[in-house]
């Protein structure tokens, strides 16, 4: 049975979305899905609850990603074990294709190719992942797609989910690069921030948690892979480019910059974009 662990918190608007997803098409017994509700003042896990035998709720007074992880572990019986934000949308389809990756044992840590949904993006958004879309960072899933896929013998290879920003990251580091693989051929969906004001402030959440990481975890941030400068340079030499350009750097100086004075000060919570969590129609579908 494949386990799939999803941390809600106050997920209403978009919780029913993810797990119509995943478990359309399910047959008996394949998968178990918790949804761990950590700090919910809406109504989140009732929703859920609607969706039972297959998915089965827990909840949990205290709010943060990382004990809703280590909830969900606890209460997960099956391996491969799928971690997925509940504000992404991935199909049973793609589920089993992350299973049968890891199934062949030569890979420890899977995750689809992410599918940005732009619908509703102000021009200024869809011209920063349109930049986004030409560099190596988009085509790596942990960290990109909201979900990823580790066996057993990759789960062992850390203990607790430690309170980290970015749990994607921190699973990412712990594998090397022919340790983890992205899928080409399997697909979750992200909608991406309205507003620029919005993308701003994940970004910097994003820049906030490689610092952590990277400060934290020296020895295993080399495992981190590449980065995306030499790519953004060689696109300057396509003026068509250069609006985009022009917005993809704004978006990531003026983040980078409120990170690292966030960094500084030890005043950071959590970012969360709010105008992505919505019922509008998807413009991908997953596979």
């Known amino acids: 049975m494949i386990s799939i662990v999803i941390p809600a918190h106050n997920e209403s608007l978009v ?7 995943i478990v359309t098409g399910a047959a008996p017994e394949e998968i178990e899905v918790i949804v761990v509700c950590n700090g919910c003042t809406d109504g989140t896990a009732s929703i859920a609850r609607e969706f039972a035998p297959v998915a089965r709720v827990i909840e949990t007074e205290v709010s943060g990603k990382a004990n809703a992880l280590n909830l969900g572990d606890q209460a997960a019986a099956g391996f491969p074990r799928v971690y997925a934000d509940a504000d992404v949308v991935m199909s049973i389809e793609a589920v089993r294709k992350l299973a049968a990756r890891l199934e062949t044992g030569d890979v420890l840590a899977v995750a689809p190719q992410p599918n940005i949904d732009l619908n509703g993006c102000s021009w200024y958004v869809r011209a920063y992942y349109e930049i986004r879309s030409r560099l190596p960072s988009a085509r790596e899933g942990i960290g990109g797609s909201g979900v990823y896929a580790l066996s057993d013998a990759g789960r062992r290879r850390f203990g607790r989910f430690p309170d980290v920003t970015a749990d994607d990251g921190y699973v990412r580091v712990q594998f090397r690069p022919h340790e983890r693989e992205t899928l080409v051929n399997a697909h979750s969906i992200v909608f991406a921030p309205r507003s620029i004001r919005d993308l701003v402030l994940i970004r910097t959440r994003a820049y906030y948690g490689t610092m952590e990481l990277a400060r ?5 941030w080399k495992n981190a892979g590449g980065r995306n400068d030499k790519t ?4 300057l030499g396509i003026s068509s480019l250069w609006p985009g350009l022009l917005i993809y750097c704004y978006v990531n100086i003026m983040a980078r910059y409120k990170a690292v004075m966030r960094f500084r000060s030890a005043n950071f919570h959590w970012e969360r974009d709010n105008t992505s969590r919505s019922a509008l129609p998807c413009e991908h579908k997953v596979s």
């Open 15 to 21: 919780i029913a979305r993810a797990l119509r997803a």
């Open 216 to 220: 934290r975890y020296p020895d295993l």
């Open 232 to 235: 953004v340079a060689s696109l």
